[in-house]
């Protein structure tokens, strides 16, 4: 890929910051940007891993002994559990969904964006957490540990989503806290994300 292809291809402004970090080398800059891009497949690899988990973990408790169907009959309809804003998104999610049979709470739980689940550790889920959501995540001590990270956790996924430079990002950081809340939920579970995930050796061969 020569200057004028990546201009093209990728357009002067994504390039601009990859060409910065090289000093103005152009095949410096076009190694770093295809480390960043196998990069953030790795992230969005383990992201894929650790929303899965969390979200399951989540379900298995406040859905505890609940049908899968009919929804009204779940805790994603539950005034009780949700708050009208947690509600919302799942009429969002429900509504997304392809029409005809009504949708069971797995494929819900499953189309619920991901800022869906750092909206549940906020300050209006107190008394969910102390009866119920705690128990999703056996090894945290309190519901503040959860939501500040789990909110950086959202941005840095909509960064990789969205295909933005994550040169200067806290990579490193935001690994942590999916590797430190996976065990939360169970350490075998921080243990095999951990080895199925390409961050740390990727992160040591950088260009």
Request: hydrophobic share 45%; charged share 25%; with cysteine.
């Amino acid at each position: 890929m020569n200057a004028q292809q990546a201009v093209e291809w990728i357009s002067a402004a994504r390039f601009a910051p990859f060409l910065d970090a090289a000093d103005g080398h152009h095949e410096r800059a076009v190694e770093l940007y295809e480390w960043h891009a196998r990069l953030a497949g790795a992230c969005f690899e383990t992201l894929h891993h650790f929303e899965v988990l969390v979200r399951n973990s989540i379900d298995a408790e406040l859905g505890r002994f609940q049908p899968d169907r009919p929804l009204r009959d779940t805790w994603l309809m539950d005034f009780n559990v949700l708050q009208p804003e947690g509600i919302k998104q799942v009429i969002i999610a429900v509504e997304r969904l392809e029409r005809g049979q009504e949708p069971g709470r797995g494929r819900v739980v499953a189309g619920l964006s991901f800022g869906f689940w750092p909206g549940l550790f906020g300050r209006h889920y107190e008394e969910i957490w102390r009866h119920r959501l705690r128990n999703a995540f056996p090894g945290a001590a309190m519901k503040k540990d959860l939501s500040e990270p789990m909110k950086l956790i959202q941005r840095f996924r909509n960064r990789i989503a969205h295909h933005d430079c994550l040169l200067g990002q806290p990579v490193v950081e935001r690994y942590a806290d999916m590797r430190r809340i996976a065990g939360w939920v169970d350490p075998a579970a921080e243990a095999w994300l951990t080895s199925r995930s390409q961050i740390d050796e990727l992160l040591a061969a950088k260009p």
